[in-house]
């Protein structure tokens, strides 16, 4: 997959990128929002990247996919997660680069493209309530509030906010 904006490229990930992902994982937001996704290790960065490559593939995923600045250097990922009632859009920009608009420009770009691959008619975006950069990432991109309370979030029952998108 290659996907071009303004300013970034959304493409394969390949091992050379082993070292940019653990070292992008590694921030505050990641451990506190998704610590599911944070490499604490380089062999830890490395066997999620060979597991990930290995789901481009597949029908079931998930895929996820490194955002990269026109320049090369690896700045992040955006993905589509089946969650069992559809996909849901998933991102992370490494600290270091936030506040820029990359994740919205990176998933304004990925919702079409997967959504025509696959077939989908609408995508979930959920995050917790708290995340409020990551709902305005959400919001910006045509999002539309579903639901805002408790809900099932990595295994536990937090404030969530449930959006959707559709194609």
């Known amino acids: 997959m290659r996907i071009e904006t303004e300013r970034l490229i959304i493409t394969d990930f390949t091992l050379d990128m082993v070292e940019a992902v653990h070292l992008n994982s590694l921030?505050?937001?990641?451990?506190?929002?998704?610590?599911?996704?944070?490499?604490?290790?380089?062999?830890?960065?490395?066997?999620?990247?060979?597991?990930?490559?290995?789901?481009?593939?597949?029908?079931?995923?998930?895929?996820?996919?490194?955002?990269?600045?026109?320049?090369?250097?690896?700045?992040?990922y955006v993905q589509l997660v089946n969650i069992g009632e559809g996909w849901e859009l998933g991102y992370h920009i490494a600290k270091a680069y936030t506040g820029r608009d990359y994740a919205t420009e990176a998933a304004r770009a990925f919702l079409p493209v997967m959504a025509k691959?696959?077939?989908?008619?609408?995508?979930?975006?959920?995050?917790?309530?708290?995340?409020?950069?990551?709902a305005r990432v959400m919001e910006k991109c045509g999002f539309?509030?579903?639901?805002?309370?408790?809900?099932?979030?990595?295994?536990?029952?937090?404030?969530?906010?449930?959006?959707?998108?559709?194609?």
């Open 27 to 76: 921030d505050e937001d990641n451990r506190r929002f998704v610590p599911d996704e944070v490499f604490e290790t380089m062999e830890e960065a490395r066997e999620t990247v060979e597991f990930l490559m290995g789901r481009y593939g597949s029908e079931e995923g998930p895929f996820v996919h490194p955002v990269l600045l026109k320049t090369g250097e690896n700045i992040g």
């Open 117 to 134: 691959k696959y077939g989908l008619d609408c995508i979930y975006g959920i995050c917790l309530a708290d995340n409020l950069a990551s």
């Open 144 to 167: 539309v509030n579903l639901y805002k309370g408790i809900g099932p979030y990595q295994g536990d029952q937090r404030p969530i906010v449930k959006n959707i998108w559709k194609a």
